[in-house]
């Protein structure tokens, strides 16, 4: 089991950019993803990553604008999210898998789960 804190949210306008951490309390051999959750909406699957970040698994709605990495040297992920809209507007949390699953988008496959990070964008 690992703890995952996020940080980087904000109130931002439409067209910025904002980059979210999670620093990983341990090493984590699993793969590490985003999701989110907008006010009276289900939880979504944003991005995941494999252990060596070699596969990666974005969902369609992000693909050209969000950009998943992470550093297993420093135990973090992050994300890079440019060309924010207002659609965008959610709690961001970060999860981890047991080690070596690939970085699915279904919410039951991963274990541990941070507290979250607000991304608000205007318009």
């Known amino acids: 089991q690992v703890q995952l804190v996020e940080s980087g949210g904000g109130l931002v306008q439409a067209g910025d950019s904002l980059r979210l951490s999670c620093a990983v309390s341990?090493?984590?051999?699993?793969?590490l993803a985003w999701f989110r959750q907008a006010p009276g909406k289900d939880l979504e699957f944003v991005v995941g990553?494999?252990?060596?970040?070699?596969?990666?698994n974005y969902a369609d709605f992000v693909k050209g604008r969000f950009t998943i990495s992470r550093d297993n040297t420093k135990n973090a992920l992050y994300l890079q999210m440019n060309s924010l809209k207002p659609e965008d507007t959610a709690m961001y949390y970060c999860?981890?898998?047991?080690?070596?699953?690939?970085?699915?988008?279904?919410?039951?496959?991963?274990?541990?789960w941070g507290q979250g990070t607000q991304v608000t964008v205007s318009s």
């Open positions: 990553i494999s252990y060596l970040g070699r596969a990666t």
């Open positions: 341990k090493h984590s051999f699993g793969a």
């Open positions: 999860a981890s898998t047991r080690p070596f699953q690939a970085p699915a988008q279904t919410k039951n496959e991963y274990d541990d």
